[in-house]
């Protein structure tokens, strides 16, 4: 199975801040991975998909990259309406398998 | 707009058995992909079973596997889980989710509550 390492856990920023997540796959996945948003009892939303293409309707702000095995997500710009949990997913191959999640927190 | 709409789910006793429905519309559903993920209270998302658009192949997590079902009722707009021998560690809120021909979760429902527990 493939395992996907998050970091860091939780992170406490301030809005207007530049954040970036970070996901290393167990093995390479070249870019079969996504980047989703979940805010506390809701369900999780898809930002970014193939390691670096917008989901249609997700804000600029949000960009992803990397592939192989190391891959980012970055909001470029902090807004009060990020402040959610993320996670990455690979979609490599089954299982598919999800990061343990970032909390984003207000500083 | 897609919309996707889980049922079933309440408080079942250690051992019982659950049969989850997730209801689609707003799209083609025979043109998709289809997966159940679940979350348990305040831990992170476990993807637990896939489906291709026929039924015909299906994917399941080894924390899972052998007790539970996926189908889908493409006449019907309908995804189900069937759930047997459930345990504590199965109590989550579970998700059905669309998938993209690139496996990507693009919709997802409101998710379920399976609460077991005696």
């Known amino acids: 199975d493939i395992q996907m390492t998050q970091s860091p856990s939780s992170v406490s920023a301030s809005v207007g801040d530049r954040v970036t997540i970070t996901c290393r796959a167990s093995q390479g996945i070249n870019r079969w991975v996504a980047w989703f948003q979940q805010k506390p009892g809701k369900a999780p939303n898809l930002l970014i998909y193939e390691a670096t293409f917008l989901q249609s309707g997700v804000p600029p702000r949000f960009s992803g990259s990397g592939s192989g095995t190391d891959f980012n997500l970055t909001i470029s710009s902090l807004q009060p309406e990020d402040f959610a949990t993320y996670f990455c997913q690979q979609v490599h191959s089954f299982p598919l398998t999800f990061g343990g999640g970032t909390k984003v927190e207000i500083k | 707009q897609v919309q996707l709409v889980e049922s079933g789910g309440h408080l079942v006793k250690p051992g019982g058995s659950l049969r989850l429905s997730c209801t689609a519309s707003?799209?083609?559903?025979?043109?998709?992909?289809m997966s159940w993920i679940r979350q348990a209270p305040g831990k992170g998302l476990e993807w637990i079973s896939y489906?291709?658009?026929?039924?015909?192949?299906?994917y399941y997590a080894d924390s899972v596997k052998g007790r539970f079902t996926i189908s889908r009722d493409n006449a019907e707009n309908s995804l189900f889980l069937q759930m047997n021998s459930l345990t504590d560690e199965d109590t989550a809120v579970y998700y059905c989710?669309?998938?993209?021909?690139?496996?990507?979760?693009?919709?997802w429902g409101q998710g379920t509550l399976v609460a077991v527990s005696s």
């Open positions: 707003g799209f083609i559903f025979s043109d998709y992909y």
């Open positions: 989710a669309r998938v993209t021909r690139s496996f990507f979760f693009d919709s």
């Open positions: 489906i291709n658009i026929g039924g015909t192949t299906t």
